[in-house]
């Protein structure tokens, strides 16, 4: 069964960056974050697979050119770094793992593993 554990959130102004870590174990090829805002559904953020030697990515479009997911299984980590923050990208943002290949990697249902969150705070 896998474990995940979110670092990194935090408060920022409008315009910051924040990095998030997500350490994990073991070694899962179908990684993504989301967030859930108050009185909102849990929404896809940023996805990673791999497949083999490559690897790729997956971006809401509300982030895309903002955030970059990455993937370290030398340290175990899955990485978003999260730049030109707005206030809208206030939330509680997760680490999910294990969705099966072929699967929407948006769907929150598809991630049967999944960190307890770590809050992100925007400030305008």
């Known amino acids: 069964q896998a474990q995940l554990v979110e670092s990194g959130g935090g408060s920022v102004q409008a315009g910051g960056s924040l990095r998030l870590s997500c350490a994990y174990t073991?070694?899962?090829?179908?990684m993504a974050w989301f967030r859930q805002a108050p009185g909102k559904e849990r929404e896809g953020v940023a996805a990673?697979?791999?497949?083999?030697?490559?690897?790729?990515?997956f971006y809401a479009d509300s982030v895309k050119g903002r955030f970059t997911i990455s993937q370290d299984n030398a340290k175990n980590t899955l990485s978003l770094q999260m730049n030109s923050l707005k206030p809208e990208d206030t939330a509680m943002y997760f680490c999910a793992a294990g969705r099966p290949p072929g699967m929407d990697w948006g769907y929150a249902s598809a991630y049967p593993y999944w960190g307890q969150g770590t809050q992100v705070t925007v400030s305008s």
């Open positions: 990673v697979s791999a497949g083999g030697a490559l690897r790729f990515y």
């Open positions: 073991p070694i899962t090829n179908h």
